[in-house]
């Protein structure tokens, strides 16, 4: 069973920066694609950014220039570097993994951008 743990979340003030990690517990090469989702209060899941096996990224229209993707296979670990936060960012970030035997979803962790 594929476990993911995200870290990283917590209180920032717009305009700052947060790094969110997710830490997979295989190696990253068996796993085809990793995203990451966030849920604001009240709204549907929605996602933030994908990177495939290949290194190939996309984005969500709202973070692009401000967010980045990034996979460290060395570690099995994702990365979500946030900047130039904004109070709409607030939101729980969830990393997900496609895998052989289906799709896997961390906890989730909490990003809150206020001042």
């Known amino acids: 069973q594929v476990q993911l743990v995200e870290s990283g979340g917590g209180l920032e003030q717009p305009g700052g920066s947060l790094r969110l990690s997710c830490a997979a517990s295989?190696?990253?090469?068996?796993?085809?694609?990793m995203g990451w989702y966030r849920q604001a209060p009240g709204k549907q899941r929605e996602l933030v950014a994908r990177?495939?096996?290949?290194?190939?990224?996309n984005y969500a229209e709202s973070v692009k220039g401000r967010f980045t993707i990034s996979r460290n296979n060395a570690k099995n670990t994702v990365y979500l570097q946030m900047s130039s936060l904004k109070p709409e960012d607030t939101a729980v970030y969830y990393c997900?993994?496609?895998?052989?035997?289906?799709?896997?979803w961390g906890q989730g962790t909490l990003v809150t951008v206020s001042s």
């Open positions: 997900n993994a496609d895998v052989v035997s289906g799709t896997v």
């Open positions: 295989i190696t990253i090469f068996s796993i085809y694609n």
């Open positions: 990177i495939t096996r290949g290194g190939s990224t």
